[in-house]
């Protein structure tokens, strides 16, 4: 990442993250600031331990983007588990899954909540026999997954590589690699810890916090890390600190100074394709929808007469358009049926939370409204507002024409990809009521290739 501030333009990069981790709490099914908080408590102890500040700046980000990969595990473990991965993942997060009597209690705790008797009992053994044969491949993806988006967005290899092996422990018991020892990055054992911590903290206060540190120490945690952290003791004004305030003031003042990242323009666009990835990442079937709709925008932009500027800034909503989906069940974005009146409500609210998201980012604030209007429709019969057309920019309309496009001519659970003379047909069915003419003409126009970004 751009550190530098040559460029014109530059934003403080712990205000981008910060606020985008946000998107990665709701997708792990944690209290929004979950990730922050662990940044917090990940740099009282490096401040304990006086760090290096090269090494503290890895630390910082390394812990805000921990689970940049882990949106990838989000539909299969709805799926095994035939309920809400939010708040299986969340579950999760309070379980000692090393030992396996505790994770076989947790999986008979939540799976397949609506069902019960034999139904269940078959859908828990399923659960518990596949995860035995997954659970390296499941882990490891979403291992590799973060590392390459931490990567991708310039952060340091040892950021990167941090990420990776997050949930290494101490004493070989944990995964991808199962390391021993110092053989784990000192980063990855420090957020280990502090994520740990985070969670029993938020949930039970920082006596539990202290209580799953202690009765870890030597196990998942390393032991001297463990004891710096036990020397915080639940007193310390870090405590109310933490649940006081997440807002990014405080990230800004934990930033290491020395390695004070900034986010030029071309910063900005890696962080907008990275967290695509992230967005893309949470459903099989929406593989590579973000990237997609990204393609199609720039292209009816440009066929539009957009100027360089315009075309950037767009091609950013498009990239981010979906980041609210990350706030949704994929029991719900998965499901090969008809949606219940509940589950569309729970989808419908989608463009909200990328709104709420991307509004809260100076450098996005710009293109969150649009980004929050790609299901919304010339008439007003779209969503999440339900606004007609004298509310809808261009930019909103082309979201609307490209998400669509995208969607018809991507293979989908419950049917194969259109034509793309399909997809333009259903497309020129509803212009002037729904989509805009002027940018399906556009996009026809344009010549662009389906799925040339595959
Ligand atoms: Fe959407
Ligand atoms: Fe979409």
Redesign the pocket.
């Known amino acids: 990442m751009s550190t530098s501030v040559e460029s014109s333009v530059a934003f403080r990069l712990s205000e981008i993250i910060g606020a985008l981790s946000h998107a990665l709490d709701l997708t792990e099914g944690q209290p929004v600031g979950h990730s922050q908080r662990s940044c917090m408590i990940s740099m009282e102890i490096a401040e304990r331990l006086d760090l290096p500040a090269r090494m503290r700046q890895d630390l910082f980000y390394a812990a805000l983007l921990k689970d940049a990969g882990c949106s990838s595990s989000s539909a299969r473990m709805a799926e095994l588990f035939d309920t809400d991965d939010r708040e299986l993942k969340r579950e999760f997060s309070f379980v000692e899954w090393t030992s396996g009597s505790d994770f076989v209690r947790y999986a008979a705790r939540n799976v397949a909540p609506d069902s019960s008797g034999v139904a269940k009992a078959g859908k828990l053994l399923r659960a518990l026999w596949t995860i035995r044969k997954e659970a390296s491949e499941l882990n490891e993806a979403r291992c590799d997954r973060g590392a390459r988006i931490v990567a991708q967005m310039g952060f340091s290899a040892e950021a990167a590589e941090a990420v990776r092996a997050l949930d290494e422990h101490w004493d070989g018991s944990g995964r991808p690699d199962g390391l021993v020892g110092d053989a784990i990055p000192l980063i990855s054992r420090i957020t280990c810890l502090a994520q740990t911590a985070e969670v029993f903290m938020s949930a039970g206060g920082p006596e539990a916090a202290i209580d799953v540190v202690r009765a870890r120490r030597g196990r998942w945690f390393d032991p001297e890390i463990a004891d710096v952290f036990l020397a915080i003791g639940p007193d310390d004004p870090l405590w109310m600190r933490i649940v006081d305030d997440t807002a990014a003031e405080v990230l800004r003042d934990l930033e290491p100074a020395a390695g004070l990242a900034l986010a030029d323009e071309a910063g900005l666009d890696r962080v907008a394709e990275a967290f695509a990835q992230v967005i893309d990442a949470k459903s099989p079937y929406t593989a590579s929808h973000s990237v997609g709709v990204a393609a199609y925008a720039v292209a009816i932009g440009r066929e539009a007469g957009f100027d360089d500027e315009r075309v950037r800034a767009l091609r950013r909503a498009a990239l981010l ?2 980041i ?2 990350l706030g949704v069940s994929n029991r719900i974005l998965d499901k090969p049926a008809k949606l219940t009146d509940e589950e569309f409500t729970a989808v419908r609210l ?2 909200l939370y ?1 709104f709420q998201i991307l509004s809260r980012i100076t450098p996005f604030a710009d293109i969150a409204e649009a980004a929050a209007a ?2 919304e429709r010339l008439d007003g019969r779209g969503y999440h507002r339900g606004v007609g057309a004298e509310h809808l920019s261009p930019e909103a309309r082309i979201l609307a024409v490209a ?1 669509v496009f995208d969607a018809l001519t991507a293979d989908r659970p419950y049917r194969r990809p259109l034509d793309p003379d399909v997809a333009f047909e259903i497309l020129w069915k509803d212009a002037g009521a729904a989509f805009d003419p002027l940018y399906i003409s556009a996009l026809a126009g344009s010549g662009i290739e389906v799925g040339c970004f595959a």
């Open positions: 358009h979906d609210g989906k989608h463009p990328t790609h299901h998400d």
